[in-house]
């Protein structure tokens, strides 16, 4: 299985200031033929079901704010949340789908400072 | 805007089938664009991938689950199902139902609609 690790495990930021979380897998979700990366970034908020943020590592999901964006390539992830709003608290997932079983992160919480 | 809604017993016993239903609304299962899954969450914990269903009955499975997983899809009915067999108190979990992002029928896709969730407490 590929194991996804998430860093740090929680980050509290200012309202207004910027988030990064990294993301590694313990091997490449890049399939060389296509040039994708099988990486996906979900939020979920206290109480709700995750929603998706950004897959292929970095194409955001209809409807997500250009302050959030996904980066990175083979083992190396990152998520990216500029200008941190209240709304923007939650846990954060990073998962693989490059092969099954599918694999998530276990998550890093981004608080408000 | 596609809706899924997750059914069934919130308290299984232990050595039991847990089963579920997701019921699928504003869409169609039978699309040939894209897959549909369960994930599941313990209290408090990650989430984990427990399978993915075409609406054909094509099925991919978490290895974890060995033999004791099965999942099905009702076109009839627009709904689609998990059953999880010889049920222990680790089996205890949030679980969601959700559809695979739409890419060429095929399953190696995230998900991008999920269910609320249904909480199953495995206890006698």
Redo the contacts between chains.
Sequence with gaps: DIVMTQSPDSLAVSLGERATINCKSSQSVLDSSSNQN?L?W?RQKPG?????LI?WASTR?SGVPDRVSGGGSGTDFTLTITSLQAEDVAVY?C?Q???????????TKVDIK | QLQLQESGPGLVKPSETLSLTCTVSSGSISSSSYYWGW?RQPPGK????VGSVFYTGNT?Y???FKSRVMMSVDTSTNQFSLRLSSVTAADTALY?CAKG?AYRGRY?????Y????ALVTISS
């Design positions: 099988y996906a979900y709700q079901s995750p929603t998706l897959y999901e997932y998962q789908y490059y092969t099954t079983p599918f694999t998530f992160g276990p998550g | 994930i990650g989430l984990e991938w991919y978490n290895p974890s969601f992002l190696h896709v995230p998900f991008d999920w269910g609320q969730g």
